[in-house]
């Protein structure tokens, strides 16, 4: 299968204070569609700052990022911010939902940044997420008036109604208890039986389990690749190598 996102020597360099810290160094990964990958590792292994350039939400200082056969590593903030409310489905840890939206409304607003979409289609998609979640009896609800489990619901819905090709996910059961956390768990898992492609950051070995390919990346470079309990060392592999295991 052909690959939605390809990475070649990714780094990632931060300068602050005269002090330059490299926190993504040389990555090459190959992701296919309708994977479901779990990204782990230690703290400021690097992980969260590659989910960022995977979601266009900054860019690498060197090396090529292709997204359905686009080269995206230098485009313009606009450029990106184009691409990702088209192609990029986000969900946080501590869910981003805003506070005086009601359900349909938050789960909705992605598509208002859409030119050219009619009300009635807007309604039928965010009809059909809430569904998918199953949180359609709560679409007139406020965030404050949903459990945690609930609220990871409904960004999950978010992150789906624009039918983006990958959906990116930090930490989404850090702030659940292990019921809610279960209960997420399951969605992602339904969501990459029905073709969803996902790659989510975990530091959470049994959360990580989940996924069909466990990657892991220590200070800043990929060092493991697990598929179907299958491992090898990956820190020196090209994309195509990677792709392969």
């Given at each position: 299968m052909?690959?939605?996102?390809e990475?070649?020597?990714?780094?990632?360099?931060?300068?602050t204070e005269?002090?330059?810290?490299?926190?993504?160094n040389?990555?090459n990964?190959?992701?296919?569609?309708?994977?479901?990958?779990?990204?782990s590792?230690?703290?400021?292994?690097g992980?969260?700052t590659?989910?960022?350039l995977?979601?266009?939400?900054?860019s690498?200082s060197t090396g090529?990022?292709?997204?359905?056969?686009t080269?995206?590593?230098?485009l313009?903030?606009?450029q990106r911010?184009k691409?990702?409310?088209?192609?990029?489905?986000f969900?946080?840890q501590?869910?981003?939902?805003?506070?005086?939206?009601?359900?349909?409304?938050?789960?909705?607003?992605?598509?208002?940044?859409?030119s050219?979409l009619?009300?009635?289609?807007?309604?039928e998609k965010?009809?059909?997420?809430?569904e998918?979640?199953e949180?359609?009896?709560?679409k007139n609800?406020?965030?404050?008036?949903?459990?945690g489990g609930?609220q990871?619901?409904v960004?999950?819905?978010?992150?789906?109604v624009?039918d983006?090709?990958i959906?990116?996910?930090?930490?989404?059961t850090?702030?659940?208890?292990?019921?809610?956390?279960e209960?997420?768990?399951?969605?992602?898992?339904?969501?990459?039986?029905?073709g969803s492609?996902?790659c989510m950051v975990?530091?959470d070995?049994?959360?990580?389990?989940r996924a069909s390919?466990?990657l892991?990346?220590f200070?800043?470079?990929?060092?493991a690749d697990?598929?179907?309990d299958?491992?090898?060392?990956?820190?020196?592999?090209?994309?195509?190598?990677?792709a392969?295991?």
């Open positions: 052909k690959a939605l996102i990475l070649r020597d990714i780094s990632k360099t931060f300068l005269e002090i330059e810290t490299r926190a993504i040389s990555v990964l190959m992701i296919k569609k309708g994977e479901y990958i779990s990204l590792g230690q703290s400021g292994c992980k969260s590659l989910l960022s995977l979601g266009l939400l900054d690498p090529s990022y292709h997204l359905n056969d080269d995206v590593s230098s313009s903030r606009d911010a691409i990702r409310s088209e192609q990029i489905g969900v946080f501590s869910f981003n939902l805003i506070s005086d939206l009601t359900v349909f409304e938050n789960v909705m607003l992605p598509l208002t940044y859409q050219g009619a009300k009635k289609v807007i309604e965010v009809t059909q997420v809430l998918k979640v949180m359609s009896h709560r609800h406020f965030p404050s008036q949903l459990s609930q990871q619901r960004a999950v819905a978010r992150a789906l624009n983006p090709a959906i990116l996910a930090d930490e989404p850090g702030n659940l208890d292990s019921k809610n956390a209960a997420v768990l399951a969605l992602f898992d339904k969501l990459h039986q029905d492609t996902i975990t530091h070995p049994a959360s990580a389990k390919r466990c892991e990346m200070d800043g470079r990929m060092i697990q598929v179907n299958k491992e090898s060392e990956v820190s020196n592999q090209s994309p195509v190598e990677l392969a295991v």
